[in-house]
């Protein structure tokens, strides 16, 4: 059985009587990062004038100690609030006509896969729940492509399946096949050693998921060949500047999760990112196991080096959207556990994160609660 993580819960307010499995969908603020956080802001009201005229060159250094961290050239990176702001950049950007085919897949991000099929045309490729490993996957995608094809998008970790789609070696045949790669990287950074392996065109992470950042914080890393065309949604004083300065100048917007952003990932440093990894991948993988033989849930396939876990609910039980929003409130009401719960026909699915700041027990508990859950559920 996996032990906590020493000193783990010591770095979060969270409320104790709340079983919080679910960091994969919102992160949660470290306290020494957010002490940095509540500096920023007061130093911001002390004068509002002095605050403004030096963010454009405090974000580029906030920016350099993220490149750093996350293996990045510094200039090839800028910072946006989230990734669905990323995916509306780049494909604004590339200017896709209405006959240009967009790939994307059914474990997509929903806002992510909408933006894509705006303006061209989009085919989703069929991974399914259960889909095998990832071979399998990258057979998958490459057999949807066609002569039309122009974008890939793709998840790096699935939101739903926590799986890993967008490994290095499905971006490489797919460069060589002529088609732009774009990659959903919300949850690598902090996770994987390496989230931007495989050099995609274009990729987009959120870190307040993994590293320990605020929110509102997220990275878009561009390849060279594309820096001088992207161009920000909204007109900026910076636009002169070019990639990446012109995306990150909002005006009057709060700039603090983003010069906060570096603490989170040094405190990772600090913490040993490998050990944190290692710790997270283990309780994960525990909970799952859990969840398996006292419940009944089945497994879905994983990814090596992911925190999360995703499994199969019974036939009958969230196969809508409706549903499945029922069970995720029933869950968080009467077994004080917060999860994920995703619609599939024929069952739909339950995933569970692993953080830092979780125990063993708390998932042995969800299972229990879980297991008298269903029982009137179950056809």
Known sequence: MPHSFPGGPGLFRLDP???????GSFGTVPVPVQAVQAALREEQERDPDAFYLRVPDRVAAARARIAAHLGAEEGGIALIPNVTEGINVVLNSLRLDAEDEVLVTDHGYGTVSEAAGRGARLRTVS???DAPDEAAVRERVLAAVTGRTKVAVLDHITSPTARIVAGPQLLAALAERGVTTVVDGAHAPGMLPEPLAGAPDFWFGNLHKWAYAPRGTAVLAVAPRWRARIRPLAPSWEDHHGFPRSLEWRGTID????LAAPDGL???????AQQVRAHNCALAAYGGQVLAERVGLRPMPHSEGVAMRALRLPPGVAETRDSAHALLREIADRLRTRVLVWPWPGGGGLRISAQIYNHPREYEQLATGLAALLDGRRP
């Not at 009587?17 to 960091?23: G, I, Y």
């Not at 700039?255 to 983003?258: E, L, S, V």
């Not at 040094?266 to 040993?272: E, P, T, V």
């Open 255 to 258: 700039y603090t999760p983003w």
């Open 127 to 129: 991974l399914r729940p």
């Open 266 to 272: 040094d405190l990772l440093a600090r913490l040993d």
């Open 17 to 23: 009587a709340v079983a919080h499995l679910n960091h």
